[in-house]
């Protein structure tokens, strides 16, 4: 059974930092890209990041030079580590797992990040 469990979601004021996490099993990690995606109240869900099986990292513009991604496959985790949080950053986040040719495809259940200005 694959699982993909987010933590590290919080309330915490606008210029703060939060580290997320992601723990899975049921998957080999270490084969699958790994993303974060944000769904505010009323948005579509968005890409924040994404890495890849060799750690090379994409960013969306909105978050480059604030949120460092990175993965640690001795655990089977993904981190998002989040500075200078800003209150359009409010969001439920959400962990995603692609493996090589997209035929697995799994998400997380989300966890709240709440940025009060």
């Known amino acids: 059974q694959v699982q993909l469990v987010e933590s590290g979601g919080a309330l915490v004021q606008a210029g703060g930092s939060l580290r997320l996490s992601c723990a899975t099993s049921?998957?080999?990690?270490?084969?699958?890209?790994m993303g974060w995606y944000r769904q505010a109240p009323g948005k579509q869900r968005e890409l924040v990041a994404t890495?890849?099986?060799?750690?090379?990292?994409v960013y969306d513009d909105n978050v480059k030079g604030r949120f460092t991604n990175s993965r640690d496959n001795a655990k089977n985790t993904v981190y998002l580590q989040m500075n200078s949080l800003k209150p359009d950053d409010t969001a439920v986040y959400y962990c995603?797992?692609?493996?090589?040719?997209?035929?697995?495809?799994?998400w997380g259940q989300g966890t709240q990040v709440t940025v009060s200005s």
């Open positions: 995603n797992a692609q493996s090589p040719g997209n035929l697995g495809n799994w």
């Open positions: 049921g998957i080999v990690f270490r084969i699958y890209t």
């Open positions: 890495i890849t099986t060799r750690s090379s990292t």
